[in-house]
Every structure is written in structure tokens, then in C-alpha cells.
């Protein structure tokens, strides 16, 4: 029988004449019999997440597979309310309970995308900006003034 499991897929990006690297944690939903399965196929699928690409400068880009951070079984139906992982925190302080509670504003559904600034690791897919500009959008619409 299939179960779910949530995969935290790390992938680093590095760009041409950068020192830098960029990280990503993708965390994806993964389908699997057992926990060695959905290990297996976690490393499959964080493989075939790896390609190159010309960024807005010319550069290559190179998105690299690292591993996996964690995995997590979904024990539940997938639907609306489904739990899909908890954290447990034993504490008898009302002020500790306050400080794990987040204001509406302050969840990161409704926080502004803070835009990159042109001193960032430059990762954009050529393709994707020219894209973008296309659609009429001007390079401050992508990028942040310092």
C-alpha cells in the first residue's frame, strides 16, 4: 500500500565566476510503500532536479543535487486538514505559548517576496527574465534598489 512521505530535497546553485552558492530546501510530496522506498525515490527525484542554465548575464548556472535533509511520514489521508507533520513543546509558561503564536501580517503566506538585490547571486533563467520583460514587466519590477 502507498503512503505519503515529505522529502526536504536540498539543491545548490552555483554560478559561473561566484563563489557564492545558492541553497534551496524543496520540500516535495513523495509517494512510496516504505520508508527505504521514499528514500529511494527521494534521491531519484532530488537527481532529476539537476540541469544547467544561462542566467540574465551570461553565466552558466548549475543546479546540483546535495542530498537529503530530512523525510517525513504523512500518517493520514491526504485532504483539506490533513496533518501533515507536528512538533511537540511541553511548557507550563503562558509567555512561551505567546511567543510560538505569529500575527496574520507576520505569516509567511502574507509576507511581501522580497526581491533580490543585483548584488544577489545572480540565478535568474535567461529565458525566464527575458520572459518577463516581454510581458512588460522593467528590471526594477525583478530586482530591489539597495
Given amino acids: 500500500m502507498s503512503k505519503w ?12 565566476g561566484d563563489k557564492r552558492r545558492v541553497l534551496h ?5 513523495i509517494r512510496a510503500s516504505s520508508a527505504e522506498s521514499a ?3 527521494s534521491i531519484t527525484f532530488g ?6 542554465y544561462q542566467n540574465t548575464k551570461d553565466k552558466t548556472v548549475t543546479v546540483r543535487f546535495r542530498g537529503i535533509q530530512d523525510i517525513k511520514f504523512i500518517d493520514d489521508r491526504l485532504e483539506h486538514g490533513t496533518e501533515l507533520f507536528y512538533v511537540e513543546k511541553v511548557t507550563s509558561s ?30 535568474m533563467p535567461k529565458d525566464i527574465y527575458d520572459m518577463l520583460l516581454n510581458a512588460g514587466f522593467r528590471d526594477s519590477d525583478l530586482y530591489r534598489q539597495k
Fill in 39 to 41: 528514500y529511494e525515490k
Fill in 25 to 29: 530546501v524543496n520540500t516535495c510530496l
Fill in 94 to 123: 503562558e509567555s512561551r505559548i505567546r511567543l510560538m503564536l505569529c500575527e496574520k501580517s507576520k505569516l509567511s503566506v502574507f509576507k511581501k517576496r522580497m526581491k533580490p538585490t543585483k548584488s544577489a547571486p545572480n540565478y
Fill in 47 to 52: 537527481r532529476s532536479q539537476q540541469f544547467r
Fill in 5 to 16: 512521505y515529505l522529502a526536504s530535497i536540498v539543491l545548490e546553485h552555483r554560478i559561473e
